[in-house]
């Protein structure tokens, strides 16, 4: 088990630019595939991207790519969320999420969550 959590959200105009962080605790983060989810009101949790425990491999959402990078550093426990040319439609609650195993885009092969972090995008 890990205990993620996250920061970086905020309120931000669109065109605009975030990155959001996960501090992940244990000494076996590294050996986790990790990936970040995305809830907006009313709507289920979707799948923004997600890559592997090496960072080897990255798997986006076809709305975010070319605007969104995933990225980890294991000597730091952290994974990153950059998040570029920001949308309306990116407005949600941004939660990190971990599995060990291979780094998958559903919600419900994750068992370990943090408790999210707010982005807003204002026109």
Known sequence: QVQLVESGGGLVQAGGSLRLSCAASGRTFSTYAMAWFRQAPGKEREFVAALTWNGGST???????????????????????????????????????ARQGYASGQFYQYDNWGQGTQVTVSS
């Open 59 to 97: 798997y986006y959402q076809d709305s975010v790519k070319g605007r969104f990078t995933i990225s980890r550093d294991n000597a730091k426990n952290t994974v990153y969320l950059q998040m570029n040319n920001l949308k309306l439609e990116d407005t949600a609650v941004y939660y990190c999420a």
